[in-house]
């Protein structure tokens, strides 16, 4: 099939930034498509223009119904880092069209700073929620942070001092490769709430207060991180169970029983591109994830109310499955087992005779692991101090064969 779909970035600086063939790729097209930024850089001619609509997903049913015409999508610098042209991409078949990038707005913003873009995180909160930058903010780190509008440098400032990160330099580059290009200099914490411009990408290196609390990437958060009543897979277990359940880029994971979300929360820390399923049937202890996915960094976590194994049904296939509570539930471990997809990881955890029994026996039926996991932690005892052990852990992993 010959392309019939070309997709071009542009910046600020019009048809003037672009090679020849992408000049020829929107001379040629019949249809021009773009947000109404993108189609006023493109001097009128004789191609039909269509503006997308809110929402997109809309815009893009009605421009696959084009196959056939010669269409050209205008978008931002490259259409392939976080840009409509990845999203069109997963739609089409790869001989239905081309890509002509331009210089991404992260690639302008680390010229501007003299960054090595190797060495930036790079994340967009465009349409997407700004506590994802959460897991981002760790002392030393550099960030370029693709804006939604002129209010997201303010928010992200707000959220670098409640973090305990004022002392960070912040840089708003603002209509980056136009004649209207401006940045604006500041620490987080002198940093005036009225600057706004919509057209920005915000620069960070993040400094850190002495005391600012540590919140790394891998597992193991501090337990008082968590809103909870109690029923926390607490720091240490925490740590080897997100060892044993081996996250890896773009896995999802149910967390049977979440409780106040901590494991697919740090699931989800451990790589952006991380998802999970949190399932609970208590109401309480749903508000309880939402509120830590929400301030730990993980905006994303899709929450199922209800009790498994029947609040299972219909949930997409997972790639590792952790049941928390309730592994002597009658068809428990045989549901997730089954949902599993083939290669995938189950691990459960159990503190009760009766749990453990469940876990014993599935040793047998799944060819798994068992691990008893004690911890113990030094306290005061009157004058001196003393040993307190925790419920000891028994632990199960097994992996689906192919």
């Given at each position: 099939?010959?392309?019939?779909?070309?997709?071009?970035?542009?910046?600020?600086?019009?048809?003037?930034?672009?090679?020849?063939?992408?000049?020829?790729?929107?001379?040629?097209?019949?249809?021009?498509?773009?947000?109404?930024?993108?189609?006023?850089?493109?001097?009128?001619?004789?191609q039909?223009?269509?503006?997308?609509?809110?929402?997109?997903?809309?815009?893009i049913?009605?421009?696959?119904?084009?196959?056939?015409t010669?269409?050209?999508?205008?978008?931002?610098?490259?259409?392939?880092?976080?840009?409509?042209?990845?999203?069109?991409?997963?739609?089409?078949?790869k001989?239905?069209?081309?890509?002509?990038?331009?210089?991404?707005?992260?690639?302008?913003?680390?010229?501007?700073?003299?960054?090595?873009?190797?060495?930036?995180?790079t994340?967009?909160?465009?349409?997407?929620?700004?506590?994802?930058?959460?897991?981002?903010?760790?002392?030393?780190?550099?960030?370029?942070?693709?804006?939604?509008?002129?209010?997201?440098?303010a928010?992200?400032?707000?959220?670098?001092?409640?973090?305990?990160y004022?002392?960070?330099?912040?840089?708003?580059?603002?209509?980056?490769?136009?004649?209207?290009?401006t940045?604006?200099?500041?620490?987080?914490?002198?940093?005036?709430?009225?600057r706004?411009?919509?057209?920005?990408v915000?620069?960070?290196?993040?400094?850190?207060?002495?005391?600012?609390?540590?919140?790394?990437?891998?597992?193991?958060?501090?337990?008082?991180?968590?809103?909870?009543?109690?029923?926390?897979?607490?720091?240490?277990?925490?740590?080897?169970?997100?060892?044993r359940?081996?996250?890896?880029?773009?896995?999802?994971?149910?967390?049977?029983?979440?409780?106040?979300?901590?494991?697919?929360?740090?699931?989800?820390?451990?790589?952006?591109?991380?998802?999970?399923?949190?399932?609970?049937r208590?109401?309480?202890?749903?508000g309880?994830?939402?509120?830590?996915?929400?301030?730990?960094?993980?905006?994303?976590l899709?929450?199922?109310?209800?009790?498994?194994?029947?609040?299972?049904?219909g949930?997409?296939?997972?790639?590792?499955?952790?049941?928390?509570g309730?592994?002597?539930e009658?068809?428990?471990?045989?549901?997730?087992?089954?949902a599993?997809?083939?290669g995938?990881?189950?691990v459960?955890?159990?503190?009760?005779?009766?749990?453990?029994?469940?876990?014993?026996?599935?040793?047998?039926?799944?060819?798994?692991?068992?691990?008893?996991?004690?911890?113990?932690?030094?306290?005061?005892?009157?004058?001196?101090?003393?040993?307190?052990?925790?419920m000891?852990?028994?632990?199960?992993?097994?992996?689906?064969?192919?």
């Amino acid at each position: 099939m010959d392309a019939w779909l070309e997709i071009v970035g542009i910046g600020e600086d019009g048809l003037a930034g672009l090679s020849p063939a992408a000049r020829a790729a929107i001379a040629r097209a019949q249809i021009l498509v773009g947000g109404k930024r993108h189609l006023a850089l493109v001097p009128d001619g004789a191609q039909e223009r269509w503006p997308w609509p809110s929402p997109l997903e809309a815009g893009i049913e009605k421009l696959l119904d084009l196959r056939g015409t010669k269409v050209c999508v205008l978008a931002s610098g490259d259409p392939m880092w976080f840009g409509v042209g990845a999203t069109l991409a997963r739609r089409l078949a790869k001989d239905e069209y081309r890509v002509h990038p331009a210089p991404s707005s992260f690639a302008l913003a680390a010229a501007r700073m003299g960054w090595s873009l190797q060495d930036v995180a790079t994340i967009s909160v465009h349409g997407r929620p700004i506590e994802a930058l959460h897991p981002h903010l760790q002392p030393g780190a550099k960030l370029l942070v693709l804006s939604d509008s002129g209010d997201t440098p303010a928010a992200i400032v707000r959220m670098l001092c409640a973090r305990g990160y004022a002392s960070s330099d912040v840089t708003v580059l603002e209509h980056m490769g136009g004649e209207g290009e401006t940045r604006f200099d500041a620490r987080a914490g002198a940093f005036p709430p009225d600057r706004r411009r919509d057209l920005n990408v915000v620069a960070i290196a993040c400094v850190a207060e002495a005391m600012a609390p540590l919140m790394p990437i891998v597992a193991g958060l501090p337990d008082d991180a968590y809103i909870h009543d109690g029923q926390l897979t607490k720091r240490d277990m925490r740590a080897i169970t997100l060892a044993r359940l081996a996250p890896y880029p773009g896995a999802l994971l149910w967390d049977v029983g979440a409780g106040c979300g901590s494991i697919s929360i740090e699931w989800m820390r451990s790589h952006p591109a991380c998802r999970a399923i949190a399932i609970e049937r208590d109401e309480a202890r749903r508000g309880m994830i939402a509120t830590n996915a929400k301030a730990l960094g993980a905006p994303g976590l899709r929450i199922v109310a209800g009790a498994a194994p029947a609040a299972l049904e219909g949930l997409e296939t997972p790639d590792a499955i952790f049941v928390g509570g309730g592994a002597s539930e009658a068809g428990m471990l045989e549901k997730c087992w089954a949902a599993l997809r083939p290669g995938g990881m189950l691990v459960a955890n159990a503190v009760t005779l009766q749990s453990e029994a469940v876990l014993i026996a599935a040793r047998e039926t799944y060819n798994g692991e068992l691990v008893r996991i004690s911890v113990a932690h030094a306290s005061p005892v009157g004058k001196f101090d003393a040993w307190r052990t925790a419920m000891p852990v028994t632990t199960l992993t097994a992996r689906k064969p192919a």
